[in-house]
Each structure stands twice: as structure tokens, then as C-alpha cells.
């Protein structure tokens, strides 16, 4: 089974920026996809960003486009969100999740491995 382990979360102001990444590891099996979620309490967990490992195509959840770059690092492992201009709405518990099926990669039924979590907190 793939491991996922997420890092780079805390809290910032309004308009700071922070780095997530996600080292994965133990990778059996050709993952498809990549992504980043996030979920605030009492909301559904929700798509961010994700990434096609064939082909490197890319799409953003519209609320984060602009501010918000997913990137991969291959030879290190390990999936990354760049996180600028943030505002107290991108508050949330963020997780990475890597699927080997093909879909679409905003549903988070569509991930087999998640990783715990890292928790990113916006003040006003």
C-alpha cells in the first residue's frame, strides 16, 4: 500500500503563503493520479488540485486557481501545494491522496490512499 505523509500545514494571516508536501512511499502498484483536499469542519471534503502522472495535466477547484500551484517532485517523491494570498475561507484539514484508477479527480471516492492530514489555519 502507498504511504502518504503530509507536512508544511500551520497559521498564518490573511494574505501569507505556506508549502505543503506530501512524501509518498511504497508505491506497489501505478498510481494515476494525484491530489490535494481539504475539509473544514461540517463540509464535505472537497478537490483542490490534482495531477495526472501520465501526461502531467493539471486542474485547480475554481475558489484556488490563481493562488494555489500543485506540483510533483519525482525524483524526491513527493507532491506539493504552494499555497499564496491565503484568506480565512482556505481554512481546513488538507490531505493529499494518490489513486490508481482513471475517474474524475475531484471525487474523493475516486482515491484508494490518504494520507492523515496537516491542518492549515487562515486568520483574518
Known amino acids: 500500500q502507498v504511504l502518504l505523509v503530509e507536512s508544511g500545514g500551520g497559521s498564518v494571516q490573511s494574505g501569507g503563503s505556506l508549502k505543503l508536501s506530501c512524501e509518498y512511499s511504497?508505491?506497489?502498484?501505478?498510481?494515476?493520479?494525484m491530489g490535494w483536499f481539504r475539509q473544514a469542519p461540517g463540509n464535505e471534503r472537497e478537490a483542490v488540485a490534482n495531477?495526472?502522472?501520465?501526461?502531467?495535466?493539471?486542474k485547480y477547484n475554481g475558489a484556488v486557481k490563481g493562488r494555489f500551484t500543485i506540483s510533483r517532485d519525482s525524483a524526491k517523491s513527493t507532491l506539493n501545494l504552494q499555497m499564496n494570498s491565503l484568506k480565512p475561507e482556505d481554512t481546513a484539514m488538507y490531505f493529499c491522496?494518490?489513486?490508481?484508477?482513471?475517474?474524475?479527480?475531484?471525487?474523493?471516492?475516486?482515491?484508494?490512499?490518504w494520507g492523515q492530514g496537516t491542518q492549515v489555519t487562515v486568520s483574518s
Open positions: 491522496a494518490t489513486s490508481r484508477w482513471a475517474g474524475n479527480p475531484n471525487y474523493p471516492n475516486n482515491y484508494d490512499m
Open positions: 495531477i495526472y502522472l501520465s501526461n502531467g495535466d493539471i
Open positions: 511504497k508505491v506497489t502498484t501505478p498510481i494515476n493520479h
